[in-house]
Nanobody
């Protein structure tokens, strides 16, 4: 019913920047909150940032001031601008989309972000 696809990951040096994008595709449902989560090797998946369809945002403390989440509601697309990247930001970044009214969470397959010299 819903397909979630991320892109934009890659290898970047410390202090560098990346922009991730994610599109949730559905023909039958309305997308509500979208967000980004990440999972580093040996660690649990953690919230990075979320944004509602109205534009409210929420960030993990570890990325506040460095990452920015935004969205294009018309395209059900969410972006994550990663700035001042640190090696500890290295992880697989997953996009999440929640359905309005119907409930349910949908996840993308993830995109790898590697921060290394």
């Amino acid at each position: 019913q819903v397909q979630v696809v991320e892109s934009g990951g890659g290898l970047v040096q410390p202090g560098g920047s990346l922009r991730l994008s994610c599109t949730a595709s559905t023909r039958s449902f309305s997308i509500g909150t979208m967000g980004w989560y990440r999972q580093a090797p040996g660690k649990q998946r953690e919230l990075v940032a979320t944004t509602t369809s109205a534009g409210s945002t929420n960030y993990a403390d570890s990325v506040k001031g460095r990452f920015t989440i935004s969205r294009d509601n018309a395209k059900n697309t969410v972006f994550l601008d990663l700035n001042s990247l640190k090696p500890e930001d290295t992880a697989v970044y997953y996009c999440n989309a929640k359905l309005r009214f119907m409930g349910g969470d949908y996840w993308g397959q993830g995109t790898q972000v590697t921060v290394s010299s």
